[in-house]
């Protein structure tokens, strides 16, 4: 029993030194004061201060009883300059050096050392005072290259600390509220960055620091304001014409940008519609040929730069037209006296100068033919080939001088029987005649059709 007792005890004895394995002591208020062990002495280039370490050096301790030294620290507060605290055990006499990297850039801050044996404390050495070097300041110079499009240049000159490992390219905005890291430049001669895909003519602002090896980050260079380059002015006095037969021509003002190249002429079915690239052009003016009447498109036009920007042009289309038909005939009476049908209409568009009947002849279910009389210059027609017993429909349409042909008048019906009746179509109510100033054919100069001028390749 008792064998087992001392065994229990011898356990527990070692379960408690095992538990304070590699526990560093520290100093206690208890502590026995013995003067005669040694006092730590710096070499005389013992105190090594950067900006976010600190090293000691201290001569080698001969004597066998010290274990280890104490070390203290002072460290400054927002209401001053803290007591000497205890900071850090080294667990060895043979050892010489200690490095402190938990220190801030341009602080001031104080060491003292103490030895201890196994059962007591030397004295206190005299304090330390360090302060650490502010940090590391960027590049001394630094430019910019504005009025670049979409991109911004940055230059500096390289840092000449040898210890810079890359730059840090910061960026900020007027709009912004922090600064944004854009980009790392690796190697210390690198000394330029070129910013792309920015918007244009925009204020940006750059600002630089240098990353070192031991990833100490330097303050902020002075900063750089870029202004990308504004697009090219919009063009103006876009006109389109609507009294050209199947074809319209635009023009505009000409570009005053002094590194214009050229004019880019987008066409669409609607004012909001989809717009496409229908002429690369030199010249400010162009003719459209359609080969329909009446018909309406939407023009824009934005001027190019030797950059290749283009000017804002979404917001000012034009619609030009193709002449239109002319006004149809209005027909006034359709009758058949004696086996003679006779037609008459009144002019309702001064641009009419001829005219054309369309007879339908239909007699029976199935026996049905037309016929068209053109060249007529007056309103009156008479239709001499009648025969009895039949169906016709005569339809009236007027041409002008560039062969617009007009849309249908309305059908007048004849219907002739075995005997001599007259029918009578209804009569159709004549239309005002409106006066309108004869049209003059716009003379096209200096004309560059889509086909000189479209180079849509590197679309």
């Known amino acids: 029993m008792k064998l087992w007792i001392q065994s229990t005890s011898l356990t527990a004895l070692l379960l408690i030194l095992s538990s304070c394995a590699g526990v560093s002591p520290s100093p206690t208020k208890e502590a026995t004061i ?8 710096l070499t005389n280039h013992g105190k090594i201060v950067g900006m976010t370490s600190v090293a000691f050096e201290w001569k080698s301790l001969e004597d066998s009883r010290v274990e280890g030294i104490y070390i203290y620290k002072q460290v400054p507060t927002t209401e001053g300059t803290s ?17 402190d ?14 030895t201890f044996s196994e059962d007591a404390e030397g004295r206190m050495s005299k304090s330390v005072a360090v302060n650490t070097l502010p940090v590391l300041e960027s590049v001394s110079w630094i430019d910019k290259i504005t009025g670049l499009p979409r991109v911004a240049k ?17 960026r900020k905005t007027l709009e912004d509220e922090t600064w944004q890291k854009v980009e790392t430049i690796n190697g210390r001669l690198n000394a330029e960055f070129v910013d792309e895909d920015l918007n244009d003519n925009y204020v940006y602002m750059y600002r630089v620091r240098v990353l070192t090896f031991d990833d100490i980050l330097s303050t902020p260079s002075q900063i750089v304001k870029v202004v990308t380059k504004a697009l090219p002015i919009s063009v103006t006095g876009i006109t389109t014409t609507t009294t050209l037969p199947k074809e319209i021509k635009i023009t505009w003002s000409k570009s005053t940008q002094e590194d214009f190249t050229r004019y880019y002429l987008y066409k669409s079915t609607k004012i909001d519609g989809n717009y496409e690239l229908i002429a690369k052009l030199h010249n400010n003016h162009f003719l459209d040929k359609i080969d329909e009447d009446g018909k309406t498109f939407f023009y824009r036009v934005s001027v190019v730069d030797t950059d290749g920007l283009e000017s804002i042009n979404d917001k000012n289309s034009i619609q030009g037209m193709t002449l239109s038909r002319p006004n149809a005939p209005a027909l006034v009476e359709a009758k058949l006296v004696k086996n003679v049908v006779e037609l008459q ?3 309702t568009d001064p641009r009419s100068n001829s005219y054309i009947v369309v007879k339908n002849h239909k007699k029976g279910w199935f026996d049905e ?6 060249g007529i210059k007056s309103g009156k027609f008479i239709d001499k080939n009648i025969e009895p017993n039949s169906t016709y429909s005569y339809t009236v349409f007027a041409l002008d001088s560039n062969g617009i042909k007009s849309e249908t008048s309305s059908v007048a019906v004849i219907v002739t029987p075995e005997s001599t009746t007259i029918v009578k179509a209804p009569k159709e109510e004549v239309r005002e005649e409106k006066v309108v100033a004869p049209v003059v054919k716009e003379e096209v100069q200096d004309v560059v059709e889509a086909s000189d001028d479209l180079d849509l390749s590197g679309l």
């Open 154 to 170: 940055i230059i500096w000159r390289p840092h000449s600390n040898e210890k810079v490992k890359s730059y840090i390219v910061e």
């Open 369 to 374: 033919n037309n016929e068209e009389f053109t």
């Open 83 to 99: 007591e000497l605290v205890y900071f850090k055990t080294i667990n060895s006499r043979f050892k010489t050096h200690y490095v």
């Open 101 to 114: 990297n938990k220190v801030q850039p341009d602080t001031r801050y104080a060491y003292a050392f103490k």
């Open 345 to 347: 209409w009144s002019k």
């Open 34 to 41: 013995d003067a005669t062990l040694p006092n730590i002495v």
